[in-house]
């Protein structure tokens, strides 16, 4: 749907820092890449970088935006190629610089460069409404928003919806992220319903709360690489409904919440979850 | 809430934490979206009545300003009698 010829261009933002923007990034390209899809990641947290260390790759990176937009190199030479996934590679950002030195122009050129190379070019944002926001929205064609269940992160991503449509782009599409199931079940945590409803955006995947993160991130090797767990699945929905896929959101089902949500479990079915709207 | 979580005292309070903040959160969300705070809105409430005041006697209620759903200031004024009624 963009009017540009390549790849389409997708942010993935919040307003709420650590809700899980970075982990969203890593794993939908990881997702979009083993749907057989060419996917360049670029870590757009300049100054903060840590999607190459989420991703495993942060030994193997030798040129930055940085130096892509100072005109050292090519921004498809930058890229460094994720070996475990093949279409995936990663545009690193720079640990050493400030925001401040990349402008919204400047990241444009980056990613219409690199958008010529690949079917989609996933932008991880920093947190917050400053100019690292407006520089990894600048080039999008879509802005995915991530936020937890929580009244703080639900109010600010209710922010950025609106400076996300006064930047002229289409309304996001919601990542609900953390979810516990075992919270929802008995009624401490809002639902699906509640946020969407609330926020009044389409729903593009729920991912529950998953340990298995932890030790993923740990390794350097995203969930979507992992077989088997939860949030792993929840990414790679959400990945065939980028690319345009129709696919139902997954239920949200106690599992591991000790005999009474085992029991529970069998006496009904999970409350709704990855349902709704797409 | 199922009927083994209740049988099993799974539930407590009447209202539950999700719900409780579903609706601190749309409270916050209006006041967000039409920019406005609690205090202004007092700050509002008390121009309105010194601008009717100019023209109408206010009765005895008090005069409410509220913030609704979809961005609509509603203000609720108790008149007086006219004041030409009054002699
Ligand atoms: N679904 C999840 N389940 C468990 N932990 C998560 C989940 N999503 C994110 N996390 C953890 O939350 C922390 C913040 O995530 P991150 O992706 O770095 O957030 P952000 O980029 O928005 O700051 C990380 O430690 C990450 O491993
Ligand atoms: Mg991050």
Known sequence: MNGTAGGRIITITSGKGGVGKTTASANIGVALARRGLRVAVVDGDIGLRNLDVVMGLENRVVYNILHVVRGAVDAERALIRDKRVAGLSLLAADQHSDKDDVSPEEMIEVCEALRNHVDYVIIDSPAGIEQGFRNAVAPADEVVLVTTPEVSAVRDADRVIGLVEAAGKPSPRLVLNRIKPELVARGDMMTTEDVLDILRVSILGVVPEDGSIVAATNRGEPVALVDGSRAGQAFHNIAARIAGEDVPLLPITVEDTGLLGRISSLFRAGPAADGGRS | ?87
Do not use: C, W
């Not at chain 2, 006041?31 to 700050?43: E, G, H, I, S, V």
């Open chain 2, 1 to 87: 809430m199922s009927f083994l979580q209740r049988l099993f005292g799974g539930s407590r309070s009447p209202a539950a934490s999700g719900e409780v903040a579903r609706d601190r959160l749309k409270l916050v969300l209006e006041y967000d979206r039409a920019k406005l705070t609690p205090a202004q809105l007092d700050q509002i409430r008390d121009d309105i009545i010194e601008a009717i005041s100019r023209h109408v006697t206010l009765g005895n209620g008090q005069v409410e300003v509220k913030l609704e759903a979809g961005g609509r200031l509603v203000a609720e004024i108790p008149l007086g009698r006219a004041a030409s009624d009054k002699q």
